[in-house]
C-alpha cells in the first residue's frame, strides 16, 4: 500500500482525530465531549495488566465465560502510571468465545469512586471480527464528527505481564461519568438495550417490558436499566414505545415526538449508522444502543455503541453499502422508532440532508481516505509484532500482517466483505443516486461569525451581524479552552501569546477553525 502524504499531512488529519469540539460547522451538537486526556489522544499508548497467571488462566477458561468473575489486577499505562487495585473481567458477547478476548477494566470495585483520567471503567476490545482493527475507531469518528454522544475510541498495545499480546481498541463506557460529560447531568434513566429491544408494544404494564430478556447466558434484560436501579421506573420509556406504536397517525405525532425524543439527534445518529454500515444497531437489528431521558429536557436520546461490525463486516446482509438509505432496515425486524419518524417528510428529508452534509463535508475519499491512510502508519509497526497477526497466538480467523495491510484496499472474502475504502467511495457514491431531495450547505450552514485574517499571526478580527452578543470559546487542538470571549459586532483580538498552530473558535452553533502562522 502506497502513501504519498508526508508527515506534515500525518500529523494534521490526527490533529483533527483529536478535536473536542461542542459543535461543528455543520452538525450543531448538543453532546459535550470531555478533555482526551491522554487515553483518547492522537498517540498509541501502551497498557500492561499485572495479574497472577493462574488468575489469568482462570479469567479465559471455556467454564467461565459468562461469570463475569472480577480478578484483580495492576493496571500500569505507559510504563509509569499505576493504579495497584484495579479489577479485569471479560466483556462482550461472541467475543467471549473467541480467541482474541474482550476486557472490561474497572478502577473503582476494590476503592469506591477510584478512578483513571476521571473514568471509573474502560473496555479493551479484542476487535476480533475486525481484520483492519480500524473500524470501531472509524465509526466513533464519524459519530464524533456528526454531534452524536458516543463512546470515544482509541488503539492501545496490550501487554499482560509484561508480554505484548497485540493491538487492541480502547474503548470509552457509557455510564454515569459518560453522561455527565456529555449530557451535563446522570440523573436521568439510562436503558441499555440489546437484541431483541426492537421498542414494539408490549402493553401498558412496564412489567411487560422489564420482562423482555436477552438470550445469552448473562440472562439480562433488553431494556436493562444502568440508572437509578432502585427505583426502576419504566414508565416514561413505555410512554415513549406508546407513541411510536399507537399514535403515529396522528397529526399531532410530530409535536408529541419532539415533546419526549430527541428526534433532530436521532437523525443524525441515523444517517451516520447508514453511512457506515452499522447493522447490529436498532434499526437493522433492535440492538446495541442506549436510550436517556434527560431529566432536564425532558427527552430521550439515542446513544449508538458497539460499532466494530462497520464498514462492509457484516452477516445476513449484503452489499450494505449499496442499500438504499430509504428502504435500510430489516423486512424482518419491526422497527417503530426509525418507522414513525421517517414516515413523516419533513423528519425524511432531514435525515437525507444529513447525509448529504456528511458527505459534502468530511465523509468523501477526499477526507477520509488521508485519515485511514494515517491509521495505517500510526498502527503498523503495532500489527507487525503483534503475536496473534504473526500466528505465535491463536486466533479466530487466522488473519495475518499480510491480511491486515489488504483490509483497507479489498475484502478478505466471508464477513470482510469490502475493504474500508472501496466501503466508503461505493456508499458515497450509492447515497447520491438515492437521494430523492434536493440539499444546500448554504440554507443549513449559516455562521454567526467569520474570523480574519485566517490564517493570520500577531491578531485577529472577529465580526458578527448578530443582534446579540455572542460567547465564543477559543479551543486549542487538545480541546482545552484558552480564552472566552463576549463578541459585540467586530473586535480584534491579540494572539501574541498563542503558538502558531490551528485553534478553534466556537459558540453553540458553529466552530471556526483559526490558523496562526509562523
Given at each position: 500500500?502506497?502513501?504519498?502524504?508526508?508527515?506534515?499531512?500525518?500529523?494534521?488529519?490526527?490533529?483533527f482525530?483529536?478535536?473536542?469540539?461542542?459543535?461543528?460547522?455543520?452538525?450543531?451538537?448538543?453532546?459535550?465531549?470531555?478533555?482526551?486526556?491522554?487515553?483518547?489522544?492522537?498517540?498509541?499508548?501502551?497498557?500492561?495488566?499485572?495479574?497472577?497467571?493462574n488468575?489469568?488462566?482462570?479469567?479465559?477458561?471455556?467454564?467461565?465465560?459468562?461469570?463475569?468473575?472480577?480478578?484483580?489486577?495492576?493496571?500500569?499505562?505507559?510504563?509509569?502510571?499505576?493504579?495497584?487495585?484495579?479489577?479485569?473481567?471479560?466483556?462482550?458477547?461472541?467475543?467471549?468465545?473467541?480467541?482474541?478476548?474482550?476486557f472490561r477494566?474497572?478502577?473503582?470495585?476494590?476503592?469506591?469512586?477510584?478512578?483513571?483520567q476521571?473514568?471509573?471503567?474502560?473496555?479493551?476490545?479484542?476487535?476480533?471480527?475486525?481484520?483492519?482493527?480500524?473500524?470501531e475507531?472509524?465509526?466513533?469518528?464519524?459519530?464524533?464528527?456528526?454531534?452524536?454522544?458516543?463512546?470515544?475510541?482509541?488503539?492501545?498495545?496490550?501487554?499482560?505481564?509484561?508480554?505484548?499480546?497485540?493491538l487492541?481498541?480502547?474503548?470509552?463506557?457509557v455510564?454515569?461519568d459518560?453522561?455527565?460529560?456529555?449530557?451535563?447531568?446522570?440523573?436521568?434513566?439510562?436503558?441499555?438495550c440489546?437484541?431483541?429491544?426492537?421498542?414494539?408494544?408490549?402493553?401498558?404494564?412496564?412489567?411487560?417490558?422489564?420482562?423482555?430478556?436477552?438470550?445469552s447466558p448473562?440472562?439480562?434484560?433488553?431494556?436493562?436499566?444502568?440508572?437509578?436501579?432502585?427505583?426502576?421506573d419504566?414508565?416514561?420509556?413505555?410512554?415513549?414505545?406508546?407513541?411510536?406504536?399507537?399514535?403515529?397517525?396522528?397529526?399531532?405525532?410530530?409535536?408529541e415526538?419532539?415533546?419526549?425524543?430527541?428526534?433532530?439527534g436521532?437523525?443524525?445518529?441515523?444517517?451516520?449508522?447508514?453511512?457506515?454500515?452499522?447493522?447490529?444497531?436498532?434499526?437493522?437489528?433492535?440492538?446495541?444502543?442506549?436510550?436517556?431521558?434527560?431529566?432536564?429536557?425532558?427527552?430521550?436520546?439515542y446513544?449508538?455503541?458497539?460499532?466494530?461490525?462497520?464498514y462492509?463486516?457484516?452477516?445476513?446482509?449484503?452489499?450494505i453499502?449499496?442499500?438504499?438509505?430509504?428502504?435500510?432496515?430489516?423486512?424482518?425486524?419491526?422497527?417503530?422508532?426509525?418507522?414513525?419518524?421517517?414516515?413523516?417528510?419533513?423528519?425524511?428529508?432531514?435525515f437525507?440532508?444529513?447525509?448529504?452534509?456528511?458527505?459534502?463535508?468530511?465523509y468523501?475519499?477526499k477526507?477520509?481516505?488521508?485519515?485511514?491512510?494515517?491509521?495505517?502508519?500510526?498502527?503498523?509497526n503495532?500489527?507487525s509484532?503483534?503475536?496473534?497477526?504473526?500466528?505465535?497466538?491463536?486466533?479466530?480467523?487466522?488473519?495475518?500482517?499480510?491480511?491486515?495491510?489488504?483490509?483497507?484496499?479489498k475484502?478478505?472474502?466471508?464477513?470482510?466483505?469490502?475493504?474500508?475504502?472501496?466501503f466508503?467511495?461505493?456508499?458515497?457514491?450509492?447515497?447520491?443516486?438515492?437521494?430523492?431531495f434536493?440539499?444546500?450547505?448554504?440554507?443549513?450552514?449559516k455562521?454567526?461569525?467569520?474570523?480574519?485574517?485566517?490564517?493570520?499571526?500577531?491578531?485577529f478580527?472577529?465580526?458578527?451581524?448578530?443582534?446579540?452578543?455572542?460567547?465564543?470559546?477559543?479551543?486549542?487542538?487538545?480541546?482545552?479552552?484558552?480564552?472566552?470571549?463576549?463578541?459585540?459586532?467586530?473586535?480584534?483580538?491579540?494572539?501574541?501569546?498563542?503558538?502558531?498552530?490551528?485553534?478553534?473558535?466556537?459558540?453553540?452553533?458553529?466552530?471556526i477553525?483559526?490558523?496562526?502562522?509562523?
Amino acid at each position: 500500500m502506497g502513501f504519498p502524504y508526508l508527515r506534515e499531512m500525518f500529523r494534521i488529519v490526527f490533529i483533527f482525530t483529536a478535536l473536542i469540539l461542542k459543535s461543528s460547522a455543520v452538525f450543531s451538537q448538543s453532546a459535550l465531549y470531555p478533555s482526551n486526556g491522554t487515553l483518547f489522544d492522537d498517540k498509541l499508548h501502551s497498557i500492561n495488566i499485572i495479574i497472577p497467571e493462574n488468575d489469568f488462566t482462570a479469567l479465559q477458561h471455556p467454564d467461565s465465560l459468562w461469570n463475569n468473575k472480577r480478578y484483580p489486577i495492576t493496571f500500569v499505562y505507559d510504563e509509569k502510571d499505576t493504579v495497584k487495585q484495579a479489577t479485569i473481567r471479560l466483556k462482550g458477547n461472541t467475543s467471549r468465545s473467541s480467541a482474541k478476548k474482550s476486557f472490561r477494566i474497572d478502577f473503582d470495585k476494590i476503592i469506591d469512586n477510584q478512578t483513571y483520567q476521571d473514568l471509573e471503567t474502560i473496555y479493551i476490545h479484542g476487535n476480533h471480527n475486525d481484520a483492519s482493527m480500524m473500524r470501531e475507531f472509524l465509526s466513533a469518528y464519524v459519530m464524533r464528527q456528526m454531534g452524536v454522544p458516543c463512546n470515544r475510541a482509541n488503539h492501545v498495545k496490550l501487554y499482560i505481564n509484561g508480554e505484548y499480546y497485540g493491538l487492541r481498541s480502547l474503548v470509552e463506557y457509557v455510564d454515569k461519568d459518560f453522561l455527565k460529560t456529555r449530557f451535563g447531568t446522570n440523573k436521568g434513566n439510562n436503558y441499555k438495550c440489546t437484541w431483541p429491544a426492537d421498542l414494539a408494544w408490549l402493553g401498558s404494564s412496564e412489567q411487560s417490558y422489564k420482562d423482555v430478556i436477552n438470550p445469552s447466558p448473562e440472562r439480562e434484560r433488553a431494556y436493562d436499566l444502568k440508572t437509578n436501579e432502585d427505583e426502576d421506573d419504566y414508565s416514561r420509556l413505555v410512554s415513549l414505545i406508546d407513541l411510536i406504536n399507537n399514535r403515529q397517525n396522528e397529526s399531532s405525532f410530530s409535536q408529541e415526538i419532539e415533546a419526549i425524543f430527541n428526534v433532530d439527534g436521532y437523525l443524525k445518529a441515523l444517517a451516520a449508522e447508514v453511512l457506515i454500515g452499522h447493522w447490529d444497531n436498532y434499526y437493522y437489528n433492535k440492538n446495541n444502543y442506549f436510550i436517556y431521558d434527560h431529566p432536564n429536557t425532558g427527552k430521550f436520546t439515542y446513544i449508538p455503541y458497539d460499532m466494530d461490525n462497520t464498514y462492509g463486516v457484516q452477516w445476513g446482509v449484503n452489499d450494505i453499502n449499496k442499500r438504499n438509505i430509504h428502504n435500510w432496515g430489516n423486512s424482518n425486524v419491526n422497527a417503530p422508532l426509525t418507522e414513525s419518524i421517517l414516515a413523516q417528510s419533513a423528519y425524511k428529508k432531514q435525515f437525507e440532508g444529513y447525509i448529504f452534509q456528511a458527505i459534502e463535508t468530511f465523509y468523501n475519499e477526499k477526507h477520509m481516505f488521508p485519515l485511514v491512510d494515517s491509521l495505517y502508519q500510526k498502527l503498523e509497526n503495532a500489527i507487525s509484532l503483534d503475536p496473534q497477526y504473526r500466528g505465535e497466538l491463536p486466533s479466530t480467523y487466522g488473519y495475518t500482517v499480510n491480511d491486515w495491510k489488504n483490509s483497507i484496499d479489498k475484502g478478505l472474502g466471508d464477513h470482510n466483505t469490502y475493504g474500508i475504502k472501496p466501503f466508503i467511495a461505493e456508499r458515497v457514491k450509492s447515497a447520491k443516486e438515492q437521494f430523492l431531495f434536493n440539499h444546500s450547505l448554504n440554507t443549513l450552514n449559516k455562521q454567526e461569525f467569520t474570523v480574519f485574517p485566517n490564517p493570520g499571526n500577531s491578531t485577529f478580527s472577529i465580526k458578527t451581524n448578530s443582534n446579540k452578543p455572542l460567547q465564543l470559546q477559543i479551543k486549542d487542538v487538545n480541546g482545552s479552552c484558552i480564552r472566552e470571549v463576549q463578541l459585540h459586532n467586530l473586535e480584534t483580538f491579540d494572539a501574541s501569546e498563542l503558538s502558531p498552530g490551528v485553534y478553534f473558535i466556537s459558540n453553540e452553533s458553529s466552530v471556526i477553525k483559526w490558523i496562526k502562522s509562523m
